[in-house]
């Protein structure tokens, strides 16, 4: 028996229980060619809550009745493929399932080498996120040595390899996070050259002193307000990549939200600026993981993980990571390794 999660109805603000249901459902035999995973993490992220509105984008949006969309990493317990063996890690990108049957030549499934990393790792740190950090800054953000970076979001999946990338870069690394705690973990840990905390309030006034000469790449998590307070401080010839903002994804009337674009187009010097997705170098993929493996290997690149337990925990846990209760790369763990 199979265990997923599909959306029945679309949320207005945060996602509440009513918007998913849990289905069981009987798997069916193997056809040639075709692996069959058992989920062993679900990766939770930001994205997901956009995909939930009728609202087109980079993507098409979900649809009622659909499979959480999401990725997973997990092991292959049976194949009828030449490429696939029993007992091989895999990353699939095909929802909040307990197993998933899949075709070998599917490009949203990967090979998993753990000398790279955990198999969680590879749906952070090496994964999905570390790539989008790495594609993000090196090919939007187009980092030169000396400039300085702001990442929001700092303690984040995405953006706490943003900024241990730009220090081995060779760049000032200014990170902002909710809370002390977060705040010192990202200064102390991860070793940014600082780390802002948004909730204390007065976020303009301390970037203007953490950036006395202004801001180079802007690399943005969140909108809203901190990108209020960033864009002033923005240098002629600064970046922008835009990864997503979080801040809006509750909002309840859309056409109201005020975007990261918006903001931006209003600064003194108007930053190059773009909204980037990672699938842009799906096909550097695998060797974008093998450098962050080895930078995560030499302690160059740390990483902090959030564990939540069961699948049914899923929704609950995702209003959290919506809300930033997570630290680090939010995982729930659907079974055991």
């Known amino acids: 028996m199979n265990q997923k999660v599909v959306m029945v109805k679309r949320p207005q603000g ?12 009987m798997l069916p035999v193997l056809e040639e060619g075709q692996i069959m ?13 956009g995909r939930m509105n009728d609202v087109k984008s980079y993507t098409a949006p979900m649809q009622i009745g659909d499979v959480m969309v999401g990725e997973t990493a997990g092991v292959v317990v049976e194949s009828r ?9 895999v990353t699939v990108h095909k929802g909040w399932q307990r197993y998933i049957i899949v075709d070998d030549d599917e490009p949203r499934v990967m ?16 994964g999905m996120p570390g790539r989008t950090a790495y594609f993000g800054l090196t090919e939007v953000g187009k980092p030169k040595p000396g400039e300085t970076l702001v990442v929001a979001a700092a303690s984040g999946a995405v953006g706490s390899v943003v900024g241990q990338l730009a220090q081995v870069m060779g760049l000032k690394a200014i990170g902002i996070a909710g809370g002390a705690e977060k705040c010192r973990y990202v200064k102390e840990t991860l070793g940014f050259d600082d780390c ?24 943005e998590n969140v909108g809203g307000d901190v990108t209020r307070a960033v864009a002033p401080l923005l240098n002629p010839g600064a970046r922008v990549p835009i990864c997503g903002y979080i801040s809006n994804y509750n909002a309840t009337d859309i056409s109201q939200v005020q975007t990261p674009f918006d903001i931006l187009k209003t600064a003194k010097h108007v930053p190059e600026h773009r909204f980037f997705v990672v699938t842009e170098w799906q096909n550097q993929w695998q060797e974008a993981t093998e450098k962050l493996g080895q930078w995560v290997n030499s302690g160059k690149i740390k ?3 959030s564990i939540g337990e069961g699948l049914e925990n899923a929704p609950e846990l995702f209003r959290g990571l919506l809300k930033g209760k997570n630290f680090g790369k939010q995982l729930v763990k659907v079974a055991d390794e």
């Open 14 to 25: 945060e996602p509440d229980d009513s918007c998913f249901q849990f289905v069981e459902e």
């Open 37 to 49: 995973v058992k989920v062993i993490w679900l990766s939770l992220d930001p994205y997901m809550r």
């Open 81 to 89: 493929s030449q490429h696939y063996q029993k007992g091989d890690c």
């Open 111 to 126: 090979k998993v080498d753990l000398a790279n990393g955990t198999l969680s790792a590879h749906l952070g740190v090496v």
């Open 196 to 219: 802002l905390d948004y909730k204390e309030g007065d976020l303009a006034e301390k970037l203007r002193v953490a950036c006395p000469d202004g801001i180079d790449i802007y690399f």
């Open 303 to 305: 990483y902090r993980e």
